[in-house]
């Protein structure tokens, strides 16, 4: 199927308007938790308890991810990449390691990782202090974690960037803006990161799929940047914020 870009309501565990092996890149942040448990995560430190009851909340919700990453495998192409955007999640003094299970999750689609980058958003507030008299701990970031299609279909990097700036993009770990006041969802991804990794792993012409579509951000980047682009959200009142988004971003679309 041909695409310019679109977004389509619907469990992305069912991408029925990808064919076999027609993506050329994944790339998405999937939900680190559900909706039910947000105001949960935010409470103050304080009355963060029931440590155990939340983490099992945020393990199960992860597992009911996997079946997305199969379906990833199943329209990935041969040669093509997986980039996931995850963090852990910090509850009652404790890192629950949504990174590692989305992990996981993917090698078991078949996945094999063989990139991964440390990323870390600028406007992040330290709130532990010397004399603070809790237990150390280093501050938090997110990770991408890019992945093959299995041990023998190594993707290839087609940067499209300056010598200079690959260089610069080699390195481990990233420090980057957020998306600010301008965010239309409450975990949209930076379009810093979006148009570095479509510069990386993709190619004019490419299909670049997003299966958890959230505010467009990939997918209207990947417009921008002459590549075809599909994403998917679950969530009816996020899907159409999504596609009026999309529609109003691609009326002064500029490629690139």
């Known amino acids: ?3 310019l870009a679109e977004i389509f309501e619907g469990d992305s565990s069912d991408m029925r308007h990808v064919g076999d092996g027609e993506a050329d890149l994944i790339l998405t942040s999937p939900p680190y938790y559900p909706d039910s448990i947000e105001e949960t995560l935010r409470l103050p430190i304080g009355k963060q308890i029931d440590v155990e009851k939340v983490a099992k909340e945020v393990f199960a919700f992860q597992r009911s991810l996997w079946p997305v990453l ?3 495998a199943r329209a990935l192409r041969p040669g093509g990449t997986l980039c996931l955007i995850s963090s ?3 509850f009652g003094g ?4 949504v990174i590692s299970m989305l992990r996981e999750g ?3 689609a078949g996945f094999r990782l063989f990139s991964r980058t440390h990323l870390r958003m600028i406007g992040y507030r330290r709130r532990l202090t010397p004399n603070s008299g809790r237990a150390f701990r280093s501050d938090d970031t997110s990770a991408i974690e890019v992945f093959s299609k299995g041990f023998n279909q190594s993707p290839k990097l087609k940067p499209t960037l300056a010598a200079d700036e690959f260089k610069r993009l080699s390195s481990p770990f990233w420090v980057v ?5 301008s965010r239309i969802h409450p975990h949209q991804l930076t379009s810093t990161v979006v148009r570095r990794l479509l510069s990386l792993y993709s190619s004019k012409g490419d299909l670049v799929v997003d ?5 467009g951000s990939t997918i209207i980047e990947a417009a921008r940047m002459g590549r075809r682009s599909v994403g998917y959200e679950i969530v009816p009142e996020r899907a159409e914020k999504a596609k009026a988004h999309l529609k109003k971003k691609l009326k002064a679309v500029s490629v690139t």
């Open 1 to 3: 199927m041909s695409f």
């Open 70 to 72: 199969t379906e990833c």
């Open 88 to 90: 852990d999640i910090r």
């Open 94 to 97: 404790f890192l629950f390691a």
């Open 106 to 108: 993917a090698e078991m």
């Open 177 to 181: 803006n957020s998306a600010g006041n």
């Open 211 to 215: 299966p958890f579509a959230g505010s």
